[in-house]
């Protein structure tokens, strides 16, 4: 076997695959170094009955028919392991495609990635084989048939622009899809408010939250299905207050942040992957309203908060860890202003762009993949303020609706290289100070 040259090793023809090391060396339950003996991944597995439920507990050792024919399966690996542990898992009536299973590695790495990944196997009639290989790099798939490696941080799709303000309060949405067309007006579910904000959750799901309503400000949450369809009202958990911002981060929880309760505030709260708020954190960086808030890195897991006001505009930002945790101000790059939008794109960059700063601007602002904010492009586009923006497509991005000195409805669509398309005609009821976010 040492004579192999390539990037897989086949055993006896099998289809169980083996990664190489980049210096050639197999990669096996003891890490690299040792090659893989045949008895290593044909022996000692002992075949459970099939297993159909939505969950199930995963023991080393084993292996799992898993029928996903009526539902998908959440599979939770063991809390410990040990070098050499052996788990199988294969697809027994050709499903997966249709509802997939994921594996939760229960606070052990998988891949060499930890647990707030996302690992998910949706391809019919597959089979995976994972060996525990140690703290470093935990569970290592030795074979999971023609797929691409796990864990991934999925992307989304699509997306939905929602609530807003059109004179009054309204809860209306309007679905994106995935080549950034917008839908005409859904009937709105939940409390009319605007001046909201809006991330996502789950790694296909959405969340609308706080705002103001006509009457005062309020707390209250409105989950989106990855279906794109809104659910009736949360109870408020944390501080009622509007003019905030919200972002996604490690990948499949979400923030809410700033805002103002008749004064401004930084106080967050974060997001669980189920779409459960959590209480108020202690703000950190510059109390302030009217910012906006994206996701960006290489691996999707960070945030980023900018611009805003406290009393006068400005352009600090605050970048958010893979732990959601805010960091304090950075110095502004680009024009203070605020009541501008953000979104991702191009899969790891983010956009902050319009807003005010004295007058109606278009001027975008580009964020790498490191979180670093640059300076200002010329606009493209209706100056407005007030407007929302979300990633659809996986890679792009597009802003909507507003206000330049009445209510808008237009778009304009963001490439996957973070350029502004001109103007598209307006579909849907023009309004001011929505939300918007990505699902699917």
Do not use: H
């Not at 070098?83 to 697809?91: L, R």
């Not at 009319?192 to 904000?197: C, G, H, I, Q, Y």
């Not at 979300?390 to 890679?395: A, F, P, R």
């Amino acid at each position: 076997m040492s004579g192999i040259i390539g990037s897989r090793l086949n055993v006896r023809g099998s289809g169980l695959v083996s990664k190489l090391g980049t210096d050639g060396q197999v990669l096996t339950s003891a890490g690299a170094g040792k090659q893989l003996a045949f008895e290593d991944v044909a022996g000692g597995v002992s075949w459970q009955a099939v297993e159909t439920g939505s969950t199930m507990t995963a023991v080393a050792g084993n292996g799992y028919p898993i029928d996903t024919t009526s539902n998908a399966c959440t599979i939770t690996l063991p809390a410990s392991a040990s070098n050499g542990d052996q788990i199988v898992f294969t697809d027994y009536a050709r499903n997966w495609g249709t509802n997939a299973i994921t594996i939760d590695s229960n606070g052990l790495n998988y891949q060499g990635d930890d647990d707030t990944y996302t690992v998910e196997y949706t391809t019919d009639g597959q089979s995976v084989n994972i060996v525990y290989s140690g703290s470093t790099n935990g569970w290592i798939p030795i074979e999971d048939d023609t797929v691409t490696d796990a864990p991934y941080l999925p992307s989304t799709l699509y997306g939905i622009f929602g609530f807003g303000n059109t004179g009054s309060a309204t809860g209306i949405t309007n679905l994106v899809n995935s080549s950034g067309v917008v839908a005409s007006d859904t009937t709105g579910v939940g409390t009319a408010r605007w001046a909201l904000a809006a991330c996502e959750y789950g790694s296909d799901k959405g969340i609308f939250g706080f705002g103001e309503n006509g009457s005062g400000n309020v707390g209250m949450t409105n989950l989106v299905s990855n279906a794109g369809v809104v659910a009736t009202d949360v109870t408020a958990v944390g501080t009622a207050r509007k003019q905030l911002a919200a972002c996604t981060y490690a990948g499949i929880k979400g923030i809410f942040g700033f805002g103002t309760t008749g004064s401004v505030t930084g106080v967050t709260n974060l997001v669980s992957n189920t779409g459960v708020v959590a209480t108020d954190v202690t703000g950190v960086g510059t109390a302030r309203k009217k910012l906006a808030a994206c996701e960006y890195s290489s691996n999707k897991d960070k945030g980023i908060f900018g611009f805003g006001n406290t009393g006068s505009y400005v352009d600090e930002t605050n970048l958010v860890s893979n732990t959601g945790v805010v960091a304090s101000d950075v110095t502004g790059v680009g024009t203070d202003r605020d009541a501008l939008a953000a979104c991702g794109y191009g899969e790891d960059k983010g956009i902050f762009g319009y807003g005010q700063d004295g007058s109606y601007v278009s001027m975008t602002n580009l964020v790498s993949n490191v979180g670093v904010v640059a300076t200002d492009v010329t606009g493209v586009g209706t100056a407005r303020r007030n407007l929302a923006a979300t990633q659809y497509g996986t890679d792009k991005g597009i802003f909507g609706f507003g206000y330049d000195g009445s209510n808008v409805g237009m778009t304009n669509l963001v490439s996957n290289a973070g350029v502004v398309a001109d103007d598209v005609t307006a579909v849907g009821t023009a309004r001011e100070e929505p939300a918007g976010c990505s699902y699917g």
